[in-house]
């Protein structure tokens, strides 16, 4: 047989051996799929998730979005780990999955806090409560803390998943789902903007404050301090530029800021303008005025030392990343120190001890 029609048998015999093996490849797909499931499943069950992290104080954005459609961001959610401790700042639309999908698990949070009551801010609370008692098997409700008005909240969270909860406890019976552990305990602070800072944990490792901010007509609005063991982080809640939250952040490690670009909010009323959607118009025409620009954001931050600002609340959506930086303007040129978009799933570790700085994100691997 001549060499070219060997060769060709060859070749002929060998896609045959590729397609057969292949094809049974194809029909093992199925089995190699649940084998891969059951060892997922066996590691992420089993494991601690947090235990790849040193003892110190832990930032993660559970939801750097707001109230705009976004697909790649769930709503304000920020998770603070003071050591082992786990707590949430605000609870945005998706927080439940996304504390889940970083391995901040809702049945481990000790309590949550809310900046305010602007929707977009609360409404992932009842997944967060629901994932908190039957994730866990919880004996308590879970502690909402808030300015004055958190109790009426959390009233009308426990009102609208009493039915679920009757159902719930039904099918799986009270040790799975323990009835005095259902839902969340209203825990309110008195605060005005005029008044004092209001101290919520206040021990030998970790303090937990409360301070006002300017989100008028929102009143009140609040952000929170965490301190642990040295090291630092401020979260803003939504607020216009503010001198009391400026005071607060004064040499921070870390500073989680909201941010609303001007000029990429102005473009949205031109084209609802264009579009006739005039409540749509006036609803961008209002909103620069309770949030704070990227810019000003860094010049607070500038002024105030900070270690490392994080922009979250992010206003408008940014579907393509070459619009960062027209969203950012020249706040790299007015901050000095490290800065960042947040995105959702990232992790900013402070080890105590030290003044090291660690980003990772737990959702992008």
């Not at 098997?137 to 808030?146: E, F, R």
Request: contains cysteine.
């Amino acid at each position: 047989m001549p060499a070219k029609q060997t060769g060709r048998l060859i070749g002929l015999v060998a896609l045959g051996v590729i397609l057969v093996a292949g094809g049974g490849l194809w029909a093992a797909r199925a089995a190699l799929a649940m084998r891969a499931m059951s060892r997922i499943l066996a590691h992420n069950l089993g494991a601690d998730p947090l235990a790849d992290l040193p003892d110190g104080l832990h930032v993660g954005l559970c939801g750097t979005g707001s109230p705009l459609p976004d697909p790649g961001r769930s709503g304000p959610c920020t998770a603070v780990i003071a050591g082992k401790r786990i707590f949430i700042v605000d609870t945005g639309e998706g927080a439940a999955k996304s504390l889940s999908l970083m391995g901040m698990m809702p049945a481990r949070a000790e309590r949550v806090f809310l900046t305010h009551f602007h929707s977009d801010h609360i409404d992932g609370l009842g997944a967060v409560l629901l994932q908190h008692w039957g994730g866990g098997a919880a004996k308590a409700p879970l502690p909402v803390h808030g300015p004055q008005g958190v109790d009426q909240v959390v009233a009308g969270f426990n009102a609208a998943y009493r039915l679920d909860r009757s159902y719930r406890i039904a099918h799986h019976g009270p040790k799975v789902m323990p009835p005095e552990g259902f839902g969340g305990l209203a825990a309110p602070f008195q605060i005005s903007a005029q008044g004092p800072d209001v101290v919520l944990i206040d021990d030998p490792d970790l303090k937990v404050t409360t301070f006002p901010v300017r989100h008028n007509p929102v009143e009140p609005a609040v952000g929170y301090k965490f301190v642990y063991k040295g090291r630092s982080a401020v979260i803003s809640g939504d607020t216009a530029p503010s001198p009391r939250l400026e005071a607060e952040a004064k040499g921070v490690d870390v500073l989680v800021h909201e941010a609303l670009s001007p000029n990429l909010v102005a473009m949205q009323e031109r084209a609802a303008h264009a579009a006739g959607r005039s409540n749509i118009e006036a609803v961008f025409h209002d909103i620069p005025g309770y949030h704070t620009s990227p810019e000003a954001a860094a010049a607070i931050a500038q002024r105030a030392g900070v270690g490392y600002l994080v922009f979250s609340h992010i206003v408008p959506a940014l579907p393509m990343r070459a619009l960062y930086g027209p969203f950012l303007g020249r706040s790299r040129q007015i901050f000095h120190g490290r800065l960042r978009i947040g995105e959702d799933g990232d992790m900013l570790s402070l080890p105590a001890g030290s003044t090291e700085i660690k980003l990772s994100n737990r959702m992008q691997g």
